[in-house]
């Protein structure tokens, strides 16, 4: 397995994972409106319910093949990781998103940088409505990357000057469900993967969320496969997990 310090795994904006901590929050009232209905249709309404989300992030594409697990405490803060290091040891943390400074170096140089990629890729949807830094613009009816087709596409870019890959953009291809068919993300800086092209399938309602478990296409033109596993939520006042499915 490859360091997951030179990984380069798509990683998001630190800058903007301070807003998942937050229960809800308003959308900027000169963002698209469809950006307020996808989150929408993926359960931000219900959000408030969740008191934790677990999942396992694996990604396979050429000379990458990784798994990573975690639990997430949107109220809390708290964040709970395993996974392996450079030498395929087993590596397990627990610590407060608030408290990131005060964390090793493995802590705030590899495993945050991959809980905020991760967490990017189960909930962009919310993401999406939450950053109010970023530049979402509504492009109306394009033909889809992958295959036959056509969708609303709406682009979501980042700053250029904050967060762990500056300027990325991610370009949502969007069915008049509201529902994310496919998708193109643009590294906003020079490490690889630059692209990634891959479809939104393989969904499943984890309580009152709605997750795409499944992704495919290529990234940098090779072949690439996104998926998540063992994803479920534990709701407020219960300590059972309700698988999705």
Known sequence: MKNLSRLDVIRLSAFSMLLLILSATSCS??????????AKTYGIDSYGQIDAIRYTFNVE??????SRSWVWEPKAGQVSYEGK????????ATYLHSQLSSQSDAVKNE??????????WILFPFHAY??????VQDKGQQPLPLGNGSAGLISVKYPSDVGYTPGDTWDLYVGQDNRVEQFVYHRGGPKKPSVVTATWEGYKKAGPLLI??????????????????????KLAGSDTWVNAQ
């Open 29 to 38: 009232p000169k963002r698209p409106a469809v950006v307020e209905q996808i």
């Open 61 to 66: 594409f050429p000379g990458v093949n990784v």
């Open 85 to 92: 290091d450079k030498d395929g040891k087993p590596v397990k």
């Open 111 to 120: 495993i945050d940088p991959n809980f905020v990629n991760d967490n990017y």
């Open 130 to 135: 939450w950053d109010t830094s970023a530049n």
């Open 212 to 233: 795409s478990t499944d992704h495919r296409g290529t990234a940098d033109g090779g072949p690439f496969h996104l998926f998540f596993s063992d994803v479920a939520v």
